[in-house]
C-alpha cells in the first residue's frame, strides 16, 4: 500500500537515471494493477518530431504509464535548449513560476490514478527564475520525495546533502534509488551499506549499470520494491 498518491521524483545532480528510475516504478505499480500517470513540469532539450517539439523523457514516461494524457499535460514547459531550465527561459522570452506550475500539476492530479510521479529537472536547487527553485513545486504541491542517487565516486556527500535539503524544505524523503551510472566505480557495495545507513529512507531499489540498449522500463521494475513507498 502506497503511503502517499503522488510522489517527486528529484536527482542528486543531472544525468543520474531519473526518468529511467521513474519509469520503472511506473511499471512496478502497473504490473501491480495500478493506474499510473507521470508529469515533466519542465524540460529543457527538445527533438522536433512529426508531431512538433518533443522531449525524450516525456515521451518515456508517457510511455511507462497507464493512463492516457495529451503531451502538453505530460509536459507543459519545453525550452528547446538542453541548458539550465531558467537560463532556458530567459533565451526563449519565457518565465517560469511556481504558482504556475503547481496549478498545471493539480490539473493533472485530479485525474483518476493510484501513482502519480512528478518529475524534476536536474538536483533538488535547480532555478526556475531569478528568485524560485523547482523545489518550491515539491514543496506547494507538498509532495513526499523519491531521491535517485546516481552511483558514482561523491555519491555520498551529494546523497547525504540533498536529504538534508529536502528535510529542510519541510518534506518526507519516501525513499531512494541506488542507480549505478559508473561501471567501473569502486567499492559499490561499501558506498551502498553507507547510504543505507546514513540516509533515513528506505532504499526500495538497486538498478545496476545498464547500456542504453537495455534501459527498458520492465527491468527496471525489477530492481524496485513500491512496497517500500
Known sequence: MLHSRHYFISGTDTDVGKTLVACGLLRAAALRGLRTLAIKPVAAGAELTENGLRNEDALMLMAAMTE?????????????????????????????????????????????????????????????????LLSGLASALQAPVILVVGMKLGCINHALLTAEAIRSDGLRLAGWVANQI??????????LATLNAMLDAPCIGIVPYLARDERAADTVAGCMDISLL
Open 68 to 132: 492516457v494524457l495529451p503531451y502538453q499535460q505530460v509536459n507543459p514547459v519545453l525550452l528547446e535548449p538542453a541548458i539550465a531550465p531558467h537560463i532556458a527561459a530567459e533565451k526563449v522570452g519565457k518565465r517560469i513560476t511556481v504558482s504556475q506550475l503547481a496549478g498545471i500539476c493539480r490539473g493533472v492530479m485530479m485525474q483518476p490514478a493510484d501513482l502519480i510521479l512528478i518529475e524534476g529537472a536536474g538536483g533538488w536547487r535547480v532555478p526556475l527564475n531569478r528568485h524560485e
Open 182 to 191: 559508473d561501471p567501473d566505480m569502486a567499492c559499490v557495495e561499501e558506498n
